[in-house]
């Protein structure tokens, strides 16, 4: 059994020995051997073309097209103003270049991976190394545990780093988003950017990961992609505000869920209708819903049961007054049209 | 390099060790110590008004009681609690 014990705490050790050896190889390649400093033109280009589309709208007078493309291109251009601060803070640290990590140096880094998380695996064949983090409980909200995994055949490209949710728990109408800064099991770093890049660079995987998780633990209310706040709250689904649970009407025609600034009711049931469902009648204009519409709608003048009632009332009415009036025999009683398509006849 | 405490006699004896701050930039310097520091004392030093329970502390990558001595050769990093993210990227349509 000890035998067994002995044995197999060899083999994970040359396994995690060999990953070692690869993991370092491939970061001194990402980081040491090729330093190509990279602008960040495709940004740039961005805003440039953004820039382009604001000029052309603006010149049209279309002033909402030019609000909205002005935004787009104050974020990007932020974003730009970012990628370039991380630029120059990389090309001050290449002015004084700092040794490769060593194999022994990242073996180190694999066991106290494995003492500081519960969970540590590493995938040599994959070049996937994937830790299990703490649930992540942010506000009261419990977003469970994350699973990272870091692609080391992949650093520096998109497909570097995935932060999975293995719980999920996403707001109501985003399904990309996982946590406030994940979105499509991508963690937008902010201001761990740098320090993730030096822990690679030095092949500390310990504090790689240590950084990550904090980020996780992390709520930054000035850039989430959805605010806590707003987490389990609703849209409309007429002016897309977010709104309290306490304020979400639904039409009980369509079913939509409105705002109460979005919502209306039917003049004749009274019931919460969205606008979509109800039509204006064209003699009284109050607004109707299609339950309390005549059939077929108000199409060719036809009016509301209200106003068709007092149009009857009114009709009859008349018909009294005139034959009161007139006292015209049987025989001679003139053809009275009360409304269109009838004509009064004596009894 | 940096050096602690410029005020002590030139006769004490004084250590090497790696530090490392990953609050900001992530960077490591090597700090010329005099000998018996402990972890909460380099904690004053280097990040000032701090407190030390918004930062993870590890010596030689393991966790360790802020009264201890560090020694020649050991390895410090400091990782704060707090690191925000943000979402920063548009969705590209």
């Known amino acids: 059994m000890e035998r067994e014990r002995k044995s197999e705490r060899e083999t994970f050790s040359r396994r995690r020995w060999r990953c070692a050896v690869r993991i370092a190889r491939a970061l001194t390649i990402a980081f040491h051997e090729r330093q190509q400093v990279l602008l960040p033109e495709r940004w740039f280009q961005q805003a440039r073309d953004l820039a382009a589309r604001h000029e052309l709208v603006r010149s049209r007078g279309w002033a909402a097209a030019a609000d909205q493309l002005r935004w787009q291109l104050l974020l990007r251009v932020q974003w730009l103003q970012t990628e370039l601060k991380l630029l120059q803070q990389t090309l001050q640290m290449l002015q004084t270049p700092m040794p490769a990590p060593s194999a022994a140096d990242v073996y180190r880094e694999l066991v106290a991976l494995e003492q500081e998380f519960e969970r540590v695996d590493i995938a040599p064949q994959s070049t996937r190394l994937t830790v299990i983090t703490e649930r992540i409980i942010l506000r009261g909200i419990d977003f469970g545990p994350f699973e990272l995994v870091w692609n080391w055949s992949a650093i520096s490209g998109e497909d570097e780093l995935r932060a999975r949710a293995l719980e999920p728990c996403r707001p109501n109408d985003r399904e990309d988003v996982t946590h406030p800064h994940v979105q499509d099991h991508q963690l937008c770093e902010g201001e761990a950017s740098l320090p993730l890049e030096q822990a690679l660079r030095s092949g500390r995987l310990c504090d790689y990961f240590a950084i990550l998780q904090q980020t996780l633990k992390t709520y930054n209310p000035s850039s989430p992609y959805v605010h806590l706040e707003d987490w389990f709250s609703r849209r409309c689904s007429s002016c897309n505000d977010t709104m309290d649970e306490c304020d979400e009407s639904d039409c009980h025609a369509c079913g939509e869920i409105l705002c109460c600034d979005c919502i209306a009711c039917c003049a004749e049931c009274h019931a919460s209708t969205c606008r979509s469902c109800l039509d204006a009648c064209p003699e009284c204009h109050r607004d109707i819903c299609a339950s309390c519409q005549p059939e077929g709608g108000f199409c060719r003048g036809v009016c509301c049961d209200s106003c068709q009632t007092a149009k009857d009332q009114n009709e009859t009415d008349t018909a009294d007054d005139e034959e009161k009036d007139s006292g015209t025999d049987a025989a001679g009683a003139a053809v009275q049209s009360v409304c269109l398509g009838e004509v009064g006849v004596p009894a | ?93």
Request: with cysteine.
């Open chain 2, 1 to 93: 390099m940096c050096v602690l405490a410029s005020t002590l006699p030139s006769k004490v004896p004084w250590m090497r060790i790696l530090f490392i701050n990953n609050d900001g930039g992530g960077f490591a310097d090597y700090l010329e110590l005099p000998d018996g520091t402990t972890v909460t004392q380099l904690f004053q030093q280097r990040m000032g008004q701090a407190r030390a329970q918004d930062y993870l502390i590890r010596v030689n990558r393991q966790p360790t009681a802020a009264d201890a001595e560090l020694h020649e050769g050991d390895r410090v990093s400091m990782t704060p609690v707090k690191i925000e993210g943000a979402s920063g990227r548009l969705v590209e349509g």
